[in-house]
Nanobody, 123 residues
Framework: QVHLVESGEGSVQAGGSLRLSCAAS?????MAWFRQAPGKEREGVAS????????VYADSVKGRFTISPGNAKTTNYLQLDSLKPEDTATYYC???????????????????WGQGTQVTVSS
């Protein structure tokens, strides 16, 4: 496992933008963002394979969110554009260093999790 530190928490109006960042304490082969709203299950948002740069997005954010690598393969950024009130949630960075793989946006694929950062979008 690695330690993950997230930043970029914020509150914006609908249509606004935010940028989240996540830094891992060591090498990881996949990084992802999940989100969880009160009373709802944790949802995969975006994922990136660090060696190839391959990205996968949930249909609900495709075309609005962009995940990208930092200069080091232990960092990634999630750009959130055209935000909607339904994007309001706690966003969690996740990373995989284990052997099990269940898919890019499946929580069980990841064995390290950040503390979560709040994104609030008002209408």
């Amino acid at each position: 496992q690695v330690h993950l530190v997230e930043s970029g928490e914020g509150s914006v109006q609908a249509g606004g933008s935010l940028r989240l960042s996540c830094a891992a304490s060591g090498y990881v082969d996949y990084m992802a963002w999940f989100r969880q709203a009160p009373g709802k299950e944790r949802e995969g948002v975006a994922s990136i394979r660090t060696d190839t740069g391959t990205t996968v997005y949930a249909d609900s954010v495709k075309g609005r969110f962009t995940i990208s690598p930092g200069n080091a393969k232990t960092t990634n950024y999630l750009q959130l554009d055209s935000l909607k009130p339904e994007d309001t949630a706690t966003y969690y960075c996740a990373a995989r260093t284990g052997d099990h793989w269940y898919g890019y946006l499946v929580p069980r694929s990841y064995n390290s999790w950040g503390q979560g950062t709040q994104v609030t979008v008002s209408s």
